[in-house]
Structure formats: structure tokens, C-alpha cells
């Protein structure tokens, strides 16, 4: 759902450090070259704008003009469309279907587990969730390894989308095994892109320092 809010000038972001998903916005802003503002909300300080501009009160809350929107995904689809090039989704339909199914798989199951490590910290729910996402990201590791970017010649929404959640992996204390080398390979070419290195929040950076 998208609401009117007063026009700005330039496309504004809100956005948390350290949150997964506005680092996926903040990625896509990157690889697209956009000028924005950055506002950077505390986690538990949310401010009363933002509350008036999105129901949820959530990050990424995204702000173009008279336009709102709010949930990453829609986020990171809009700026593909708004700003075409570099294209980050596949031109035919069965291509942009598959990498649609990719998104909702890193979604619905890496994500969950990273959100579940975070919020346990410890004991062992936070165990389960550190070795299924170790194991789900090493069975996919031929998958990684397959081609320059996750199933596709292309840079792509998709790495947008996975890229957060493996610079976060020593911060949720998952260590890949060596059979995981597909995975540990395309994470060191990925970081080393401009738009992923300027994506980087300080917090962030710190993550792997």
C-alpha cells in the first residue's frame, strides 16, 4: 500500500544501520547510481514523521516525491522500474519468474533464520537456526558456483538480497564449511563491488572488522 506524503525534492530513505533489509534498499540505491537522503532511525527510536509516513512504523520506508513505500521487496522493485539501468531483474517473463521464486526462497528461508539468530543470541534456538542456515546455504553452494551471480549472467536483485545476509555471517556466529567454497567465493567477488562497499553503513563495515 503506498500513501501521498508531502513532496521532497530528493527520493529519501529511512533506513537502520545495521538492518538486513534496508541494507537491501541501500544496495539497490547503490547499484543504480541514485541520489538520496539517508535518514537513519535507532532501532527502538522511532521517530513521529516516519509513524505519520508508514502505519508499520518499519525500515526500509522509502519516500519519492509524493510517493511511500514501505516493505523491502516493493522497495527494491519500484527502484528497478524507476530507474531501468542497469536493468536488475531478467527482461523475459520466465526468467523474471524464476529469479521472483529465488527472491521468496532467500526471503522465506534464509532471512527467518538470520531473524531468529538475532533475536535469540543464544541457547538453543539460536543454535538450530545457525546450523540450518549453515546447512541450507552449503547445500546450495553448486548453485553459487554455477554461474557469475546467483543464477544469472547479471547482477541482480536477487544478489542485493543475498549479499546482507552473508556479510552478516560472523555476526551470527554461522561459519560455512569448506564444502561451502561456491558460497564463500561469490560473497568475496560480491563485496568487492562499488555499490556493495558504499551500500555500507559504519555499523556494518564494523561487522567484519
Known sequence: MAVVANKRSVMTLFSSPTCVQSHRARIVLAEKGITFEITNIASDDFPEDLMDLNPYGSVPTLVDRDLVLYYARVIIEYLDERFPHPPLMP???VSRARARLALTRVEREWYPLAKRITRAKSGKDAD??????R???SASADVFAAKP?????????VDCTILPILWRLPQLGVELP???S???DYADRLFERDSFRSSLSEPEREMRN
Open 91 to 93: 527482461v523475459d517473463p
Open 128 to 133: 538450530a537456526a545457525r546450523k540450518e542456515l
Open 135 to 137: 546447512d541450507s546455504l
Open 149 to 157: 551471480f546467483f543464477l544469472s549472467e547479471d547482477f541482480a536483485l
Open 178 to 180: 569448506p564444502q561451502a
Open 182 to 184: 561456491g558460497v564463500l
